[in-house]
T-cell receptor, first 113, second 114 residues
């Protein structure tokens, strides 16, 4: 069975500092991983997704994630945080049949001015 | 571009009442699903559908009913609302195909059961 673990339900960083949000997966088959962002009172929006073409994936708004099979991780990073990055971030894994996503518990990112 | 539309955006119910959360998509996606979002628990799958007339249970189906009579619509019915069903509900749609295909989400329905 698939599972996704996000370490840290709340992360606070200063504006301009590095953002690191952690995601580890557990899957007996190749994972199909995503990062979604949820701004206050809105739905989820795709940030980026892993394809087997490259282990370093670039997404929108300057975010990127690196797939590390040896560590079963897909951590999300951004070199310099901006106030507009304040949101909740979800890591997710798709089943092979594509019908459903398994989500992590989410990480709320706060940016300190 | 409408995408995935959910109605209503907010709803307050009394315990025992029933209601239907509406979800419609205009992207001709075969796959649709309902999730509930609770603090500290992420999004959990309630029910999903892979096409008109085909539905299946997700992780937390109890107390909810679904049907899929058209490709566009996937309503979620609460049969007898309970306070434990207070949550934010999201509908999503996705085309069939490769497992890294993006899912599109509605804006959510915030439900409070008193």
């Amino acid at each position: 069975a698939q599972s996704v673990t996000q370490l840290g339900s709340h992360v606070s960083v200063s504006e301009g500092a590095l953002v690191l949000l952690r995601c580890n997966y557990s899957s007996s088959v190749p994972p199909y991983l995503f990062w979604y962002v949820q701004y206050p009172n809105q739905g989820l929006q795709l940030l980026l997704k892993y394809t087997s073409a490259a282990t370093l994936v670039k997404g929108i708004n300057g975010f990127e994630a690196e797939f590390k099979k040896s560590e079963t991780s897909f951590h999300l990073t951004k070199p310099s945080a901006h106030m507009s990055d304040a949101a909740e971030y979800f890591c997710a894994d798709s089943n092979f049949g594509n019908e459903k996503l398994t989500f992590g518990t989410g990480t709320r990112l706060t940016i300190i001015p | 571009n409408a995408g995935v539309t959910q109605t209503p955006k907010f709803q307050v119910l009394k315990t025992g009442q029933s209601m239907t959360l509406q979800c419609a998509q205009d992207m001709n996606h075969e796959y649709m699903s309902w999730y509930r979002q609770d603090p500290g628990m992420g999004l959990r799958l309630i029910h999903y559908s892979v096409g008109a007339g085909i539905t299946d249970q997700g992780e937390v189906p109890n107390g909810y009913n679904v049907s899929r009579s058209t490709t566009e619509d996937f309503p979620l019915r609460l049969l007898s609302a309970a306070p434990s069903q207070t949550s934010v509900y999201f509908c999503a749609s996705r085309p069939p195909g490769h497992p890294n295909t993006e899912a599109f989400f509605g804006q959510g329905t915030r439900l409070t059961v008193v």
